[in-house]
């Protein structure tokens, strides 16, 4: 009886106790579980329509727009969250517009502007703020979330989940079938205003992202689960529920590799995802494995 109990208790200090001990592995763990809900969907509709790039490259947009927060007012979350925001929404803009005025196809512009972005961006922490403010702002730190930037997740993903689901019937019309709802718009709802929609909340889950995963991480919670929950489910809403799952993962193993190994939280929630990920290739319906067995039984 007594080894049992060592045991459980144990199993309980491995997988539990930072989390009771601390309150800020409770406000990360919090943080993290909240935005894996809100952006690992998102993730999903950029992979239906061929877009998981861009989450990519909003991502590394956001950069400037935080900067200037930061050469402002410093490490106010307020400011550095409205800064990436607009220039999120200021660098799909003229992406867009370049693409319509000139040669150049919408990928191209995307990847020249965002790549001159994360330049700028670099540039303006660099100048004016420590190696370590760029280094937060880049990877983040899920360990430093504070009770204002608690809020700020928790609000963007509120806001995220109930748009997602108010839009969700739009948005699986314009991923499926843009003409058809182009043609049957009404009152001014045509496809443009479901993209622009739909980019502004890529933009402010990377936004609320930047704090725990940093800019250049923020995206690993959007794509990885996505991606994974593609081999293993056929239907949308099962490939949203899976995701989102995989992200709740990858966060709570990822805050508990970090405390127990010492090692920086963001990449290694981001590890994790990726680890879940490799392991979908291997093991999922959709993934080397099965096809191998299926090949073989028919060949039998």
């Not at 009771?20 to 909240?34: E, H, I, K, Q, S």
């Not at 965002?114 to 700028?120: E, I, P, Q, R």
């Not at 689960?225 to 989102?244: E, G, Y």
């Amino acid at each position: 009886m007594a080894g049992s109990l060592t045991v459980l208790q144990s199993i309980w200090d491995l997988l539990w106790a930072p989390f009771a001990d601390f309150a800020f592995m409770r406000r990360a763990l919090v943080a993290t579980l909240a935005l894996s809900l809100s952006a690992a969907p998102l993730g999903v509709f950029l992979t239906l329509r061929r877009m998981s790039l861009l989450g990519d490259a909003l991502s590394h947009a956001i950069l400037p727009g935080v900067a200037i927060g930061f050469m402002l007012c410093g490490l106010s979350l307020t400011a550095m969250a409205a800064g990436g925001v607009v220039a999120g929404m200021l660098v799909a803009a003229l992406a867009g517009w370049i693409s319509r005025s000139t040669a150049l196809k919408e990928d191209a512009s995307l990847a020249a502007v965002y790549l001159a972005a994360l330049a700028l961006g670099v540039t303006l922490i660099s100048g004016h703020g420590t190696q370590l403010d760029l280094l937060h702002i880049l990877f983040g730190s899920a360990l430093g979330v504070d009770t204002p930037g608690l809020w700020l997740v928790a609000t963007v993903a509120s806001v995220s989940m109930l748009a997602l689901a108010a839009a969700y019937r739009g948005l699986v019309l314009e991923s499926f079938d843009p003409v058809f709802l182009s043609a049957a718009g009404r009152r001014g709802w045509h496809t443009w205003v479901w993209q622009q929609g739909f980019l502004m909340l890529v933009v402010i889950n990377l936004v609320a992202g930047f704090q725990t995963l940093g800019t250049l991480m923020a995206v690993g919670l959007m794509m990885l689960p996505a991606v994974s929950a593609k081999l293993w489910h056929d239907t949308l809403p099962a490939q949203l529920v899976n995701a989102s799952a995989q992200a709740m993962l990858a966060g709570y193993l990822g805050l508990l590799l970090s405390y127990h190994l010492d090692t920086p939280s963001g990449p290694t929630i981001i590890g994790c995802a990726g680890a879940l990920y490799f392991a979908s290739l291997l093991l999922a319906p959709g993934g080397w494995l099965p096809r191998v067995l299926n090949r073989a039984h028919r060949v039998a």
